[in-house]
């Protein structure tokens, strides 16, 4: 069978993948394939901000993925929700628009990533960015050129969320105004990939200009097999569509941005892996790379509710009533509770005084509420809000493994949580700040009960114990195919180059060193942003 030839493949429409297939696209010298195993993100609840809580839980738009039972969390198996659809998880997430700190990238470095310090990537994120907020006289400007909109949505917040910056005050937090800003530490109102009340993706912000291009051409429902070697000659994927095995060769490179689970589980069913795990599994060595689907990190917070005395965004989506008046001011005015994510107040902050940076990200909600059987969101009838606490740089590494041969088998997720006594210790400080703004004069004014556990009634064994029992991930798997010095400690060069395979790279939150402080859409993004720049310079 002739295999159809482009000059780049790309595996994946997600958070990295939109991206690489506008830079690679914009000149009109490549031919770009664009693959993905979901479907359209022309969806209503993917674009509405507020419609997070039903896209987790929406088996058509998520891989669907658990963990191996996780023994430091009391052997729990947990969901890891995985977007599977044009946009990738940057289509189902909270939609919070985190830089994260300048240690972070320094630490990259570090690590062996050569050139992605923060001087490099700080100037990668402006020219991606468009920074949509009020100025000093509060008339809303927009500030930059890039197609990445980051807004301040703080005037549309729920009035409850103030009191979530006054609680941070009472305990001597600082208070910022803007988390993305150079010094990065304090409590402050989110910023927001949302642009005029619609949810901002990569698939927004990159791929739709780029779509209308002939020389990029996108297939979604296609399920990537493996990839074979060419020697000279490009390499091979074979992929799975409309019920029909395909071949596409790459002149030039397979650039693989699947994902920090379905990257190393491509990349090991292809024979690029540790040797006795592929033999193990059936599948042929090809090339044997220890690191592959090692490292993995994520970050875990633990949240806790309260009943409260005062209005939250119970009370304004609660009812059919509020729903309704919600529903008819975001249609026609894009504003109002549907507008806003739920992600509404947080920010870096130190666990301790004598800590030497801030190493916990809070995350403080105007809502209370409990998950259905199905994974969603089900508001309570009282009003309540919700406070979050995740240590920032955790030092466990778990592992992405295939089960068996078959493409279509879910990988085994060893999260290996709480491995290390420094990530115990870390959730036990974050575990009492979170009960020191719990106790916050501000907050207690307001507050009518805990929803039990009571966080303000913990010792630390207990606050361990609950840190156990319910922690849980917040979505940032990464490093399951880091940059590093070289085959011995990674998977990729500081070009995301696969060591020893010519002509395959890996463009995704798994080629991260180390788990940034917070949220890694933006960082996935601003690599792939970068990842485009190396891919042209290497081709002339």
Same mark, same amino acid.
């Given at each position: 069978?002739? /295999? ?62 658990? !963990?191996?039972? +996780? ?37 990259? *470095? ?16 402006? =020219?991606?960015? !468009? ?5 000093? !006289?509060?008339? =809303?400007? &927009? ?8 807004? +301040? ?16 005050? +009472? ?5 910022? +105004?803007?988390?993305?800003? @150079? ?19 990569? /698939? ?6 780029a779509k209308g291009r002939p020389n990029l051409k996108v297939i979604t429902g296609a399920e990537a097999q493996r990839i074979e070697r060419l020697n000279g000659q490009g390499n091979l994927l074979y992929y799975r569509h409309g019920g029909r095995d395909r071949t596409v060769r790459a002149r030039r490179e397979i650039l693989v941005s699947a994902g920090a689970i379905n990257t190393p589980k491509l990349l090991q069913l292809s024979g690029i892996g540790p040797a006795a795990l592929l033999r193990s599994r059936g599948v042929p060595v090809v090339r044997d790379l220890p690191q592959v689907g090692c490292g993995l990190q994520d970050h875990l917070a633990v949240s806790y509710q309260f009943h409260a005395t005062r209005p939250t965004l119970n009370a304004a989506l609660g009812s059919m009533t509020g729903r309704l008046r919600a ?53 309570? =009838? ?6 979050? &606490? ?19 088998? &879910? ?7 709480? *491995?290390? @006594?420094?990530?115990?210790? *870390? *959730? ?44 849980? !991930? ?56 970068? /990842? ?9």
């Open positions: 069978m002739q /295999a159809d030839e482009f000059d780049y493949v790309i595996v994946g429409a997600g958070s990295a993948g939109c991206v690489l297939a506008d830079r690679l696209t914009r000149d009109g010298r490549h031919r770009v394939l664009l693959l993905e195993s979901g479907g359209s993100d022309a969806r209503l609840w993917i674009k509405v901000p507020i419609g997070y809580a039903f896209n987790v839980g929406n088996p058509a738009l998520n891989w669907g993925y658990r !963990t191996q039972p +996780d023994a430091e969390l009391d052997g729990r198996v947990t969901p890891w929700p995985r977007g599977r659809v044009i946009g990738g998880s940057g289509s189902i997430n909270a939609m919070a628009y985190v830089r994260g700190l300048p240690c972070d990238f320094d630490d990259w *470095a570090a690590a062996g990533a050569t050139g992605w310090g923060w001087d490099t990537v700080r100037s990668v994120y402006d =020219r991606m960015e !468009t920074r949509h907020a009020p100025d000093a !006289t509060g008339r =809303r400007t &927009a500030q930059g050129s890039g197609p990445v909109w980051v807004s +301040d949505l703080s005037e549309q917040m729920n009035p409850f969320s103030r009191t979530f910056l006054e609680a941070a005050r +009472d305990i001597d937090l600082p208070l910022s +105004d803007d988390m993305n800003a @150079e010094a990065g530490e304090g409590v402050t109102y989110y910023r927001s990939n949302v642009r005029r009340g619609r949810r901002w993706s990569s /698939a927004d912000a990159f791929l739709r200009t529903g008819l001011d975001y249609v026609l005015r894009r504003r109002g509770p549907l507008a806003v994510p739920v992600n509404q107040v947080g920010g870096f902050v130190r666990s301790a005084p004598d800590r030497a940076g801030p190493d916990v990200q809070l995350f403080c909600n105007p809502a209370s509420y409990e998950m259905s059987p199905a994974g969603r969101p089900v508001l309570d =009838r009282e009003q309540g809000y919700l406070i979050s &606490a995740q240590p920032c740089r955790p030092t466990s590494r778990g592992a992405v493994r295939i089960a068996s041969p078959d493409p279509g088998d &879910a990988p085994l997720i060893e999260a290996n949580s709480l *491995a290390t @006594e420094g990530d115990r210790d *870390a *959730a036990l400080r974050a575990s009492r700040l979170l009960q020191r703004l719990a106790m916050a004069p501000s907050l207690r004014a307001v507050t009518r009960a805990a929803k039990l556990p009571d966080l303000t009634c913990l010792d630390d064994d207990g606050l361990m114990a609950a840190f156990r029992a319910r922690a849980s !991930t917040v979505y940032h798997a990464s490093c399951t195919c880091r940059m590093g010095h070289g085959p011995e400690d990674s998977v990729l060069d500081a070009r995301l180059q696969v060591h020893g395979v010519p002509g395959l790279r890996v463009v995704d939150a798994s080629a991260f060193p180390n788990v940034t402080s917070g949220n890694t859409n933006a960082p996935t993004m601003m690599l792939a942003m970068r /990842a485009a720049d190396l891919i042209l310079q290497d081709a002339g």
